[in-house]
């Protein structure tokens, strides 16, 4: 008789919905981990987290956590992760998706939410591809690298992505891979204590489309992650190498205060109007 005991963070889990569609070797199933470890960590109440999600294989990763969730169409997570901030801004919002649905589809809305600097967690996983949509090129897929529409190779210069939201105006920006998971939930936790606009880019393999189409297993990738991954916590984010067959530069790169958007709104309604309206929409 064997006796089947419970993961201690269950009660973050939908298990019922167990197992997930992601296929064997992808690494978005570490990210998910990550972050209750982190919510558990942080000891925040879980009434009080909204996670937002794109379309793509990343995006379905609120469907298996028992958080209050909203799934937008593509592209569309931080538009719709704003609105639920400006809404109550007692909440903790996280946004949770890929890299084709927030830098492509999406890329003028987190440009403009890191301009804001809107407090909200961005996590986005970097498997330079379109996953669930077929295996397309996207703004993060290495020059030279096949695809299902570059079978000769991507001729494209890819995104820098923690230079892109830096610049932009994020106050937390982070890079770290799957395999690099004590420091992902760390800087995860530490995103989800501090107010403002963050940013955690997370490097994971896509077995199905990115390796199987470069000719690389699910086990090649991850080595070639820990290989070539170096950390450089405070290193200016325009420097952060992010060549998947080199160099990859990890660590904290931004870690700064600004004035926080949601704030500065409700400090504007207040002097207008003389009403404190944070207490009624928390209520």
């Known amino acids: 008789m064997f006796c089947v005991s419970k993961w ?25 981990k990550a972050l209750i ?31 209050d969730s909203f799934h937008a ?54 498997n330079f591809v379109y996953g669930l949509t077929g295996g397309q090129v996207a703004p993060t897929t290495p020059t030279g690298a096949k695809t299902k529409t570059t079978p000769l190779g991507n001729l494209e210069q890819p995104f820098n992505l923690v230079s892109i939201v830096a610049t932009a105006g994020a106050t937390f920006v982070a890079r770290w891979t799957v395999i690099h998971v004590p420091q992902l939930k760390k800087s995860i936790e530490k995103a989800l204590k501090r107010r403002g606009f963050s940013f955690i880019e997370i490097v ?13 297993s699910p086990i090649e990738a991850l080595e070639r992650l820990q290989k070539v991954s170096e950390i450089k916590n405070g290193l200016d984010p325009r420097e952060a190498t992010l060549d998947f067959g080199s160099k990859i530069v990890c660590g904290e790169f931004v870690d700064e205060e600004r004035e926080e958007y949601t704030t500065l709104i409700y400090s504007l309604i207040k002097e207008r109007s003389g009403k404190d309206v944070r207490n009624v929409v928390s209520a």
């Open 204 to 216: 994971a393999p896509c077995p199905t489309h990115f390796c199987r189409a470069n000719n690389i």
């Open 73 to 126: 169409t593509h592209g569309r997570a931080i538009p719709l992760a704003t609105g639920v901030k400006l809404t109550n801004p007692e909440l903790k919002v996280v946004v949770i998706s890929g890299d084709g649905d927030l830098f492509s589809i999406g890329g003028n809305h987190i440009i403009h939410a890191a301009r804001r600097n809107i407090d909200m967690l961005v996590l986005c996983v970097n």
């Open 8 to 32: 201690p963070l269950d009660a973050y889990l939908r298990v019922e919905r167990l197992p997930t569609l992601w296929c064997p070797g992808c690494g978005i199933g570490i990210v998910v």
């Open 37 to 67: 470890m982190a919510i558990d960590s942080a000891k925040l109440d879980p009434d009080k987290i909204v996670l937002v999600s794109g379309i793509g294989c990343t995006g379905r990763a609120p469907g298996y956590l028992k958080f």
